[in-house]
Protein backbone atom coordinates (compact mmCIF):
# COMPACT_ATOMS: atom_id res chain seq x y z
CA UNK A 1 0.00 0.00 0.00
CA UNK A 2 1.45 3.81 -1.03
CA UNK A 3 2.28 5.78 1.48
CA UNK A 4 0.29 8.85 2.51
CA UNK A 5 3.07 10.82 2.30
CA UNK A 6 5.33 11.06 -0.66
CA UNK A 7 8.57 12.20 -2.36
CA UNK A 8 9.46 12.64 -6.22
CA UNK A 9 12.59 10.61 -4.95
CA UNK A 10 11.18 8.15 -3.00
CA UNK A 11 12.79 8.98 0.48
CA UNK A 12 11.52 7.56 3.88
CA UNK A 13 10.78 10.53 5.79
CA UNK A 14 10.85 10.89 9.80
CA UNK A 15 8.29 11.62 12.17
CA UNK A 16 10.82 13.62 14.10
CA UNK A 17 10.12 16.79 16.31
CA UNK A 18 8.19 19.69 14.37
CA UNK A 19 9.35 22.45 16.68
CA UNK A 20 11.62 24.38 13.33
CA UNK A 21 8.44 23.94 11.26
CA UNK A 22 6.21 25.51 14.00
CA UNK A 23 8.60 28.38 14.52
CA UNK A 24 9.03 28.73 10.93
CA UNK A 25 4.80 28.66 10.59
CA UNK A 26 3.85 30.65 13.54
CA UNK A 27 4.89 34.25 12.94
CA UNK A 28 2.83 34.06 9.49
CA UNK A 29 -0.36 32.10 10.69
CA UNK A 30 -0.69 33.49 13.88
CA UNK A 31 -2.99 30.50 14.73
CA UNK A 32 -2.25 29.96 18.49
CA UNK A 33 -3.28 27.90 21.40
CA UNK A 34 -5.75 29.10 24.32
CA UNK A 35 -5.29 28.39 27.63
CA UNK A 36 -8.97 26.86 27.77
CA UNK A 37 -10.55 23.84 26.87
CA UNK A 38 -9.88 23.79 23.06
CA UNK A 39 -7.22 25.00 20.36
CA UNK A 40 -7.75 28.32 18.34
CA UNK A 41 -8.23 27.87 14.62
CA UNK A 42 -8.03 31.66 13.33
CA UNK A 43 -9.42 32.52 10.03
CA UNK A 44 -6.64 34.77 8.43
CA UNK A 45 -7.17 37.61 6.39
CA UNK A 46 -5.89 37.06 2.83
CA UNK A 47 -2.99 39.56 2.15
CA UNK A 48 -4.49 40.41 -0.67
CA UNK A 49 -7.60 41.36 -2.82
CA UNK A 50 -9.79 38.14 -3.55
CA UNK A 51 -9.34 39.51 -7.17
CA UNK A 52 -6.11 40.53 -7.00
CA UNK A 53 -4.73 37.21 -8.24
CA UNK A 54 -6.94 37.06 -11.71
CA UNK A 55 -6.69 35.93 -14.22
CA UNK A 56 -4.39 33.25 -12.99
CA UNK A 57 -6.95 32.58 -10.53
CA UNK A 58 -10.11 34.48 -10.29
CA UNK A 59 -11.94 36.27 -7.57
CA UNK A 60 -15.04 33.70 -8.24
CA UNK A 61 -12.67 30.99 -7.34
CA UNK A 62 -10.89 32.95 -4.20
CA UNK A 63 -14.49 33.63 -3.04
CA UNK A 64 -15.01 29.76 -2.52
CA UNK A 65 -11.55 28.79 -1.86
CA UNK A 66 -11.41 31.26 1.23
CA UNK A 67 -15.05 32.09 2.47
CA UNK A 68 -16.38 28.48 1.67
CA UNK A 69 -13.60 25.91 1.72
CA UNK A 70 -11.15 27.62 3.75
CA UNK A 71 -13.57 28.53 6.41
CA UNK A 72 -15.29 25.39 6.81
CA UNK A 73 -12.09 23.80 8.08
CA UNK A 74 -11.43 27.07 10.54
CA UNK A 75 -15.11 26.43 11.83
CA UNK A 76 -14.59 22.41 11.94
CA UNK A 77 -11.47 22.68 13.45
CA UNK A 78 -12.55 24.75 16.25
CA UNK A 79 -15.61 22.41 16.97
CA UNK A 80 -13.98 18.96 16.90
CA UNK A 81 -11.14 20.50 19.25
CA UNK A 82 -13.49 21.24 21.99
CA UNK A 83 -13.26 17.42 22.80
CA UNK A 84 -10.56 16.39 24.20
CA UNK A 85 -7.27 17.18 25.78
CA UNK A 86 -6.43 20.07 22.95
CA UNK A 87 -7.01 23.04 25.50
CA UNK A 88 -3.55 25.43 25.44
CA UNK A 89 -2.34 23.73 22.16
CA UNK A 90 -1.70 25.52 19.02
CA UNK A 91 -3.20 24.20 15.38
CA UNK A 92 0.97 22.77 14.99
CA UNK A 93 0.68 21.14 18.35
CA UNK A 94 -2.79 19.44 17.18
CA UNK A 95 -1.81 18.17 13.81
CA UNK A 96 1.22 16.42 15.38
CA UNK A 97 -0.75 15.09 18.18
CA UNK A 98 -3.34 13.20 16.37
CA UNK A 99 -1.67 12.58 13.17
CA UNK A 100 -1.89 8.79 12.58
CA UNK A 101 -4.04 8.06 14.61
CA UNK A 102 -7.08 6.70 12.97
CA UNK A 103 -9.91 7.73 16.28
CA UNK A 104 -8.63 11.35 15.57
CA UNK A 105 -8.71 11.40 11.81
CA UNK A 106 -11.28 13.77 11.53
CA UNK A 107 -9.75 16.44 14.06
CA UNK A 108 -6.25 15.82 12.23
CA UNK A 109 -7.94 16.47 8.47
CA UNK A 110 -9.53 19.66 9.83
CA UNK A 111 -6.89 21.05 11.49
CA UNK A 112 -4.58 20.15 8.51
CA UNK A 113 -6.66 21.53 5.68
CA UNK A 114 -7.17 24.59 8.45
CA UNK A 115 -2.73 25.16 8.69
CA UNK A 116 -2.26 24.10 4.78
CA UNK A 117 -4.57 26.79 3.52
CA UNK A 118 -3.56 29.28 5.66
CA UNK A 119 -0.06 28.28 4.45
CA UNK A 120 -1.10 28.37 0.62
CA UNK A 121 -2.90 32.08 0.67
CA UNK A 122 0.92 33.69 1.88
CA UNK A 123 2.63 31.51 -0.69
CA UNK A 124 0.95 33.75 -3.16
CA UNK A 125 1.29 37.56 -4.27
CA UNK A 126 0.58 39.51 -7.67
CA UNK A 127 2.96 39.85 -9.94
CA UNK A 128 4.95 37.07 -8.08
CA UNK A 129 6.09 33.96 -10.32
CA UNK A 130 9.46 33.82 -12.17
CA UNK A 131 12.70 32.62 -10.47
CA UNK A 132 13.80 33.26 -7.01
CA UNK A 133 17.17 35.12 -5.93
CA UNK A 134 19.78 34.85 -3.11
CA UNK A 135 20.26 32.00 -0.72
CA UNK A 136 17.04 30.02 -2.27
CA UNK A 137 17.72 30.24 -5.95
CA UNK A 138 21.69 29.11 -4.78
CA UNK A 139 19.76 26.10 -2.65
CA UNK A 140 17.54 25.17 -5.88
CA UNK A 141 20.55 25.24 -8.01
CA UNK A 142 22.40 22.80 -5.73
CA UNK A 143 19.59 20.47 -5.11
CA UNK A 144 17.97 20.56 -8.47
CA UNK A 145 20.67 21.76 -11.08
CA UNK A 146 18.58 24.71 -12.31
CA UNK A 147 15.16 26.38 -11.17
CA UNK A 148 14.10 24.94 -14.55
CA UNK A 149 14.90 21.72 -12.76
CA UNK A 150 13.49 22.13 -9.73
CA UNK A 151 10.30 23.43 -11.71
CA UNK A 152 9.79 19.95 -13.78
CA UNK A 153 10.28 18.32 -10.52
CA UNK A 154 7.47 20.34 -8.53
CA UNK A 155 5.50 19.79 -11.87
CA UNK A 156 5.59 16.19 -11.76
CA UNK A 157 5.18 15.74 -8.10
CA UNK A 158 1.68 18.05 -8.47
CA UNK A 159 0.37 16.09 -11.54
CA UNK A 160 1.21 12.46 -10.52
CA UNK A 161 -0.50 13.21 -6.89
CA UNK A 162 -3.68 10.70 -7.67
CA UNK A 163 -7.33 12.52 -6.28
CA UNK A 164 -7.02 15.76 -3.15
CA UNK A 165 -3.51 17.07 -2.30
CA UNK A 166 -0.96 19.27 -2.10
CA UNK A 167 2.58 19.74 -3.71
CA UNK A 168 5.51 20.86 -1.32
CA UNK A 169 8.81 22.52 -1.77
CA UNK A 170 10.12 21.38 1.68
CA UNK A 171 13.17 21.44 3.98
CA UNK A 172 14.76 17.97 5.15
CA UNK A 173 17.83 18.06 7.59
CA UNK A 174 19.15 21.45 5.89
CA UNK A 175 18.55 20.27 1.87
CA UNK A 176 15.40 21.00 -0.08
CA UNK A 177 12.85 18.24 -0.71
CA UNK A 178 9.95 18.19 -3.23
CA UNK A 179 7.05 15.99 -1.88
CA UNK A 180 3.67 15.47 -2.62
CA UNK A 181 0.70 14.73 0.12
CA UNK A 182 -2.86 13.66 0.05
CA UNK A 183 -6.04 14.79 1.17
CA UNK A 184 -4.96 16.56 4.01
CA UNK A 185 -1.14 15.17 5.39
CA UNK A 186 1.35 18.14 6.07
CA UNK A 187 5.10 17.98 5.84
CA UNK A 188 4.12 19.16 9.56
CA UNK A 189 3.25 15.52 10.89
CA UNK A 190 6.57 14.54 9.10
CA UNK A 191 8.89 16.62 10.33
CA UNK A 192 10.01 18.49 7.63
CA UNK A 193 9.70 22.14 7.22
CA UNK A 194 7.56 23.82 5.01
CA UNK A 195 8.42 26.41 2.54
CA UNK A 196 5.74 26.52 -0.37
CA UNK A 197 2.92 25.22 -1.65
CA UNK A 198 0.04 24.48 -4.19
CA UNK A 199 -3.52 23.25 -3.46
CA UNK A 200 -4.05 20.56 -5.07
CA UNK A 201 -7.78 19.99 -4.57
CA UNK A 202 -9.83 20.69 -7.31
CA UNK A 203 -12.13 23.50 -5.49
CA UNK A 204 -8.74 25.38 -5.54
CA UNK A 205 -8.57 25.53 -9.43
CA UNK A 206 -11.35 24.28 -11.54
CA UNK A 207 -13.64 26.86 -11.78
CA UNK A 208 -10.55 28.32 -14.02
CA UNK A 209 -9.41 25.42 -15.68
CA UNK A 210 -11.14 22.46 -15.17
CA UNK A 211 -9.40 19.25 -15.19
CA UNK A 212 -6.64 20.70 -16.07
CA UNK A 213 -4.33 20.74 -12.86
CA UNK A 214 -0.63 20.90 -15.28
CA UNK A 215 -1.91 24.22 -16.64
CA UNK A 216 -2.69 25.40 -13.14
CA UNK A 217 0.08 24.65 -11.35
CA UNK A 218 2.51 26.36 -14.06
CA UNK A 219 0.83 29.34 -13.90
CA UNK A 220 1.06 29.43 -10.55
CA UNK A 221 4.47 28.84 -10.48
CA UNK A 222 5.10 31.60 -13.50
CA UNK A 223 2.65 34.03 -12.12
CA UNK A 224 1.98 33.81 -8.64
CA UNK A 225 4.50 31.85 -6.62
CA UNK A 226 5.76 34.37 -3.60
CA UNK A 227 9.57 33.80 -3.59
CA UNK A 228 9.86 36.17 -0.64
CA UNK A 229 7.78 34.42 1.64
CA UNK A 230 9.38 31.05 0.72
CA UNK A 231 13.01 32.60 1.66
CA UNK A 232 11.74 34.24 4.90
CA UNK A 233 10.61 30.58 5.85
CA UNK A 234 13.83 29.32 4.79
CA UNK A 235 15.64 32.41 7.08
CA UNK A 236 13.40 31.56 9.61
CA UNK A 237 14.30 27.73 9.50
CA UNK A 238 18.27 28.42 10.20
CA UNK A 239 19.32 26.79 13.56
CA UNK A 240 20.39 29.82 15.82
CA UNK A 241 23.53 30.45 16.53
CA UNK A 242 25.37 29.50 19.72
CA UNK A 243 26.34 32.45 21.81
CA UNK A 244 30.40 33.53 21.70
CA UNK A 245 32.17 32.56 24.56
CA UNK A 246 32.54 35.37 26.99
CA UNK A 247 37.29 35.72 27.47
CA UNK A 248 38.07 35.43 31.10
Not at 59 to 69: S, V
Not at 139 to 157: D, H, P, Q, W, Y
Not at 206 to 220: E, I, M, S
Request: glycine share 8%.
Amino acid sequence: MATPFSSINRRQFLRSSILAACAVGAPFLLQCGSKGGSAVFVKQPLPYAKDALAPTISAETMGFHYDKHYAGYVKKANQLTLKGSFGGKSPEEVIQSTAGDASQAAVFNNAAQAWNHAFFFKCLKPGGGGEPEGVLAEMIAAEFGSFANFKKVFLTAAVDRFGSGWAWLVLEEGRLAVVSSANADTPLAHGLVPLFTVDLWEHAYYLDYQNRRLAFVTAVLENLANWDFVAAQLELAKPAKEPAAENG
